[in-house]
Nanobody, 121 residues
Framework: QVQLVESGGGLVQAGGSLRLSCVASGRTFSRNAMGWFRQAPGKEREIVAAISWSTTTYYANSVKGRFTISRDNGKNTVYLQMNSLKPEDTAVYYC???????????????WGQGTQVTVSS
């Protein structure tokens, strides 16, 4: 399995921006599909965005036009640039990895510990 470590969360006002990073261990990073998920209190975990090894992307409707996922295979890192943040974006954000080309729906086998994002109104 791939080990994943997220960073970049924090407290931001509505309308602001944050960039999350996820560093992966392992030589197969470039072959993995990578995803960002989030879970708000009392809600189920949901996918936010995903990116394939060939940089095909998937976005949840709720973040299209505001969030951008990208990856740097040389640094084993995947990013989530979040702009125009809303209070409803408040959640713990998780990075995840899977082998294969399907981004969503799909099972992700490796998960990070999560990073908190809080958007104040």
């Amino acid at each position: 399995q791939v080990q994943l470590v997220e960073s970049g969360g924090g407290l931001v006002q509505a309308g602001g921006s944050l960039r999350l990073s996820c560093v992966a261990s392992g030589r197969t990073f470039s072959r993995n599909a990578m995803g960002w998920f989030r879970q708000a209190p009392g809600k189920e975990r949901e996918i936010v965005a995903a990116i394939s090894w060939s940089t095909t992307t998937y976005y949840a409707n709720s973040v299209k036009g505001r969030f951008t996922i990208s990856r740097d295979n040389g640094k084993n890192t995947v990013y989530l640039q979040m702009n125009s943040l809303k209070p409803e974006d408040t959640a713990v954000y998780y990075c995840a990895a899977r082998t294969g080309t399907i981004l969503w729906p799909a099972e992700y086998g490796s998960w990070g510990q999560g990073t908190q994002v809080t958007v104040s109104s």
